[in-house]
C-alpha cells in the first residue's frame, strides 16, 4: 500500500504560476507510474502529465507540454507538477496517482489515489 499526499494548491492569477507536489509513503520503486490528474465541477476527470519513476519519461496532455512540468526526486518521495501561464480552464481539483508498472492515462487504471488540491485560476 501506498499513501499519496497533495500540497501546494492555492489562487493564482491568470498567466501566473503554482507547483504541486505529491508525496508517496514510502519508496515506491523503478517500476511504478505516478500522475497528475485535474477533475473540474461538472467535467470528467482527464490526465494532466505523468512520469515514469525508473527513468522520468513522461506524457503530458495536449496544449500543456511546454507550460506545464512534471518531474519527481525519488529520495524525497515526491513527484511536482510545475505550472506556468496558467489560465482559467486550469481551475479544477489536482489528484495524485500511482501504480505499478507503465505510464498510463486513464484514472481507472490507477490504485493508489491521494486526497487532492484545488487550484483556482482567477481572471
Known amino acids: 500500500q501506498v499513501q499519496l499526499v497533495e500540497s501546494g494548491g492555492g489562487l493564482v492569477q491568470t498567466g501566473g504560476s503554482l507547483r504541486l507536489s505529491c508525496t508517496a509513503s514510502?519508496?515506491?520503486?523503478?517500476?511504478?507510474?505516478m500522475a497528475w490528474f485535474r477533475q473540474a465541477p461538472g467535467n470528467e476527470r482527464e490526465v494532466v502529465a505523468a512520469?515514469?519513476?525508473?527513468?522520468?519519461?513522461?506524457y503530458y496532455k495536449e496544449n500543456l507540454k511546454g507550460r506545464f512540468t512534471i518531474s519527481r526526486d525519488v529520495a524525497k518521495n515526491t513527484m511536482y507538477l510545475e505550472m506556468n501561464s496558467l489560465k482559467a480552464e486550469a481551475t479544477a481539483v489536482y489528484s495524485c496517482?500511482?501504480?505499478?508498472?507503465?505510464?498510463?492515462?486513464?484514472?481507472?487504471?490507477?490504485?493508489?489515489w491521494g486526497r487532492g488540491t484545488q487550484v483556482t485560476v482567477s481572471s
Open positions: 514510502r519508496s515506491v520503486g523503478g517500476n511504478f507510474a
Open positions: 496517482a500511482g501504480r505499478t508498472g507503465n505510464i498510463m492515462t486513464l484514472a481507472r487504471q490507477y490504485e493508489y
Open positions: 512520469i515514469w519513476w525508473f527513468d522520468s519519461s513522461t
